[in-house]
């Protein structure tokens, strides 16, 4: 059964450092890998998809890269902000399977 | 989320009483998903669908119905609710089975006393 891991799994920076979320999943057969926000008592919110061809994607200050073979992927925030203090996710969704696994989480704080 | 809604928001329960939960999108997707998390077990799998009338199983559906008689609407049914599923549900929709990425909705707390 796939397993997905996120380390740290709270982590508190002050306002504008960078800083680089981890995740890791055990079986490399996946058709993509996708990133979450989820601030508290919300739903969650997809920030970006890398599907299993690519190696990277970025949205504003943020970065994603897979290195599928490895079962690793690295969520990347430039200059972080108070308002990205919340709960990353990212989950796999595994080939031939009708599921999206889950990492439990990196907790966020930014401090101004 | 835009495209997919759930209802209700909140819900108190009491013990043994049916509850159902709907899920509505306006994505016209194919697949439809119910999940549920817990402190310490993240997000898990409850039931999917794959059209209308076509549902499966997901890790953890014991206890749970689910009904899809319309592309856009997906119902979770707790048969006779018990204290460990006070839970925050989760619905999700995919276009490919989640090649494309999923949404999701903005989730159903449900408390059972």
């Known amino acids: 059964k796939q397993e997905v891991t996120q380390i740290p799994a709270a982590l508190s920076v002050p306002e504008g450092e960078n800083l680089v979320l981890n995740c890791s999943f055990t079986?490399?057969?996946?058709?993509?890998l996708q990133w979450f926000r989820q601030d508290p008592g919300k739903g969650l919110t997809s920030l970006l998809l890398?599907?299993?061809?690519?190696r990277e994607q970025t949205s504003g200050r943020l970065n994603a890269s897979l290195d599928k073979s490895s079962g690793r992927s690295t969520l990347y925030i430039a200059a972080s902000q108070p308002g990205d203090s919340a709960t990353y996710l990212c989950?796999?969704?595994?080939?031939?399977?009708?599921?999206?696994?889950f990492g439990t989480g990196t907790r966020l704080t930014v401090i101004p | 989320d835009a495209g997919i809604t759930q209802s209700p928001r909140h819900k108190v329960t009491e013990t043994g009483t049916p509850v159902t939960l709907r899920c509505h999108q306006t994505?016209?997707?194919?697949?439809m998903y119910w999940y549920r998390q817990d402190p310490g077990h993240g997000l898990r799998l409850i039931h999917y669908?794959?059209?209308?009338?076509?549902?499966d199983k997901g890790e953890v559906s014991d206890g749970y119905s689910v009904s899809r008689s319309k592309t856009e609407d997906f119902l979770l049914t707790l048969e006779s609710a018990t204290s460990s599923q006070t839970s925050v549900y989760f619905c999700?929709?995919?276009?490919?089975?989640?090649?494309?990425?999923?949404?999701f909705g903005s989730g159903t707390r449900l408390t059972v006393v």
């Open positions: 669908s794959y059209g209308v009338k076509d549902t």
């Open positions: 994505e016209n997707h194919r697949y």
């Open positions: 999700a929709i995919s276009d490919f089975g989640g090649v494309g990425g999923y949404t």
């Open positions: 079986d490399s057969a996946i058709y993509n």
């Open positions: 989950a796999v969704t595994q080939t031939g399977a009708n599921n999206l696994f």
């Open positions: 890398i599907q299993s061809s690519q």
